[in-house]
Nanobody, 123 residues
Framework: QLQAYGGGLVQPGGSLRLSCAVS????????MGWFCQAPGKEREFVSS????????YGSDSVKGRFTISRDNRANKVYLQMNSLKSEDTAVYYC??????????????????WGQGTLVTVSS
């Protein structure tokens, strides 16, 4: 129901746009999130957007560099990643969960997960 794609290899300072295609159901009144997981680390919150209101949140580490957005008609969520750093290297997952069920950055608040797409930032 959630399919993330758009990852790849990019040099430091470069950009990528991740996409998350939603299918099989609607996520009205849900929040859509992006999380990342680097090797040996726990899954971390990156950014989220309310499917209905468009309210966005982002972690301190990506503010000013990453922008989340959604296209309700296309049923897609995007993560525009600029000024990428080596420490952004991770598998990125899109997720969906009922709004306000848990704090926005808590993985327990997301019931649906995509398969992940790998982002590698390296020269």
């Amino acid at each position: 129901q959630l399919q993330a794609y758009g990852g790849g290899l990019v040099q430091p300072g470069g950009s990528l746009r991740l996409s998350c295609a939603v299918s099989g159901r609607t996520f009205v009144n849900f929040r859509m999130g992006w999380f990342c997981q680097a090797p040996g680390k726990e899954r971390e919150f990156v950014s989220s957007v309310s499917w209905t209101r468009g309210t966005t949140y982002g972690s301190d580490s990506v503010k000013g560099r990453f922008t989340i957005s959604r296209d309700n008609r296309a049923n897609k969520v995007y993560l525009q990643m600029n000024s990428l750093k080596s420490e952004d290297t991770a598998v990125y997952y899109c997720a969906a969960g009922p709004a306000a069920a848990w704090p926005v950055a808590d993985t327990r608040g997301y019931d649906y997960w995509g398969q992940g797409t790998l982002v590698t930032v390296s020269s």
